[in-house]
């Protein structure tokens, strides 16, 4: 386990060389939140930071329902019953088996089910605020994906899978060979390339993902084009 401190933010990555994962705790002044738990040993390290800072965990945020984000829930929810946890509304649908899409989605969902006892119900959309994260909803990689953002203070992004740092920072369904896992993963490009432009407007200090290190100021704009051109 790899663990890295950025102001505010701390990355936990487990398998940083082979397959890096990624967690983050966001330190906010009275609590911590936590984004994605894809991982069970992630939570034991949350532990010792909780110790560290001496400031209850009170949310979990999801940045979308695939294993790799998700698979520490159990664990999550019976180390810190009294946390909030939350996912959108459309992928905590996915989250409980439910693969099927709209007229309007067409696309078929990739990624195989979790085996997950606990499910979240609390949902979280589109300007919705947690502490000092807003909610900004990011389709693409999956149909309920959300970013998180903290606008008053760091400038922190994370942007969960709807863009990658592994392979070279490009956006979800546009990865580098050497990294191609977020691709293999991602429901619809074409809306991947929409909500990274969204996420390209904003002022980024640093940009964490689910996969890969923490970039400062990172040039999402570049990336972008680059998708689209492969469009
Ligand atoms: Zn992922």
Request: proline share 4%; glycine share 6%.
């Amino acid at each position: 386990m790899r663990i890295r401190t950025y102001n505010q933010l701390t990355q936990l990555t487990w398998m940083p060389v082979v397959f890096p994962i990624n967690a983050y705790v966001f330190e906010e002044e009275n609590c911590l939140t936590v984004i994605d738990i894809g991982k069970k040993s992630f939570v034991s390290e949350i532990q010792k930071l909780l110790e560290k800072a001496m400031k209850p965990v009170t949310n979990l945020l999801l940045t979308h329902w695939h294993s790799d984000h998700t698979a520490g829930l159990d664990e999550f929810h019976s180390t810190f019953p009294e946390a909030e946890i939350w996912i959108s509304e459309r992928d905590c649908r996915l989250l409980a088996g439910d693969l099927s899409v709209s007229s309007e989605e067409k696309l078929p969902i990739k990624g195989s089910l979790v085996k997950l006892n606990y499910r979240p119900d609390s949902f979280l959309a589109e300007g919705m605020k947690i502490g000092s994260l807003e909610v900004i909803a990011t389709p693409g990689h999956t149909p309920g994906h959300l970013a998180f953002y903290d606008c008053m203070n760091s400038q922190v992004l994370i942007a969960g899978d709807a863009l990658q740092t592994r392979g070279g920072l490009a956006v979800a369904g546009n990865g580098s060979w050497t990294f191609p896992f977020v691709n293999f993963g991602t429901w619809d490009r074409a809306r991947s390339v929409s909500s990274a432009q969204k996420l390209a407007a904003l002022d980024v200090s640093y940009l964490a993902t689910g996969h890969g290190k923490v970039v400062k100021h990172p040039d999402l704009s570049k990336a972008v084009q680059k998708a689209k051109e492969r469009i």
